[in-house]
């Protein structure tokens, strides 16, 4: 039982500062709500040293967003590259629209290890998006917000901030002011033959033709095809050794 009262005692500001914003998402479908984010950005970011230290020393990072659209707008990828005093920046965030609960979840994933993280959740009203999840910091579980406002089309600031207190305050630690430099959608990164640009040939638009194991484990040997397709740089998974394949794509661009 007190196992119990300290989950619901984490859980329970995630969802006070969440329900509110899915009430008032249930009448308002926010699949392009991202929509003004597609393009290539200049970014200005001012970041804090040691977040809920007390500290007041900021580090000032420059550098390229680009922001991708993914299923007409209901999903988006955005990468970033930028340059401080603290080294090179190479991340991506994964944004995701679910239309039942009309809200996003956005993943943060940086170079460096590889791992997209957990999830920050929340939605677009009357032009400012708000978004909060839970996470541990230094071992404590604190609270997260990241809030786009002052959104134009050619301009928005971004503001990522931690609370330790279930929410009562909050220190901001990531303030990007955007301006676009271009409609281009293309990468903000550069190719090159070391083992993270295996993938480089997958680039592009490709047609493909698949076929879908339609019982899988089953001893099912009947096959469904679909049509010709196009899609934008998939990848391709492993079968497992000695189990019979479920999907075979062929690939042609």
């Known amino acids: 039982m007190s196992s119990f009262r300290s989950t619901m005692k984490v859980l329970f500001p995630v969802v006070a500062l969440i329900w509110p914003l899915a009430l008032a998402g249930q009448a308002h479908d926010g699949q392009h709500d991202f929509d003004f984010n597609f393009g290539t950005w200049k970014t200005h970011i001012r970041r804090l040293q040691r977040p809920l230290t007390g500290s007041t020393t900021w580090i000032e990072v420059k550098g390229t967003v680009v922001v991708r659209k993914v299923w007409n ?12 005093p603290m080294g090179h920046i190479e991340g991506l965030t994964l944004r995701l629209y679910h239309p039942q609960s009309h809200q996003w979840a956005l993943s943060w994933a940086n170079s460096n290890d590889g791992t997209l993280g957990a999830p920050i959740v929340g939605e677009f009203n009357n032009g400012r998006g708000e978004f909060y999840d839970q996470e541990q910091f ?33 220190e901001p630690n990531w ?37 879908r194991l339609q019982h899988p484990l089953s001893g099912s040997t009947t096959w469904v095809w679909t049509r010709w397709i196009f899609f934008l740089a998939n990848r391709k998974n492993p079968t497992v050794r000695d189990s019979p394949p479920m999907w075979l794509t062929a690939y042609k661009q």
């Open 73 to 84: 707008g209901r999903a988006n990828l955005e990468e970033i590259e930028a340059d401080g």
């Open 175 to 211: 303030v990007a002011d955007l301006t676009k430099i271009s409609e281009e959608e293309g990468s903000a990164f550069t190719g090159g033959t070391e083992p993270q640009h295996h993938f480089d040939f997958n680039f592009g638009s490709w047609k493909t033709r698949v076929s």
């Open 138 to 170: 230094h071992g404590r579980a604190i609270l997260v917000r990241q809030v786009y406002s002052d959104i134009t089309p050619r301009s928005y600031h971004f503001e990522q901030a931690f609370s330790n207190d279930d929410g009562k305050t909050w």
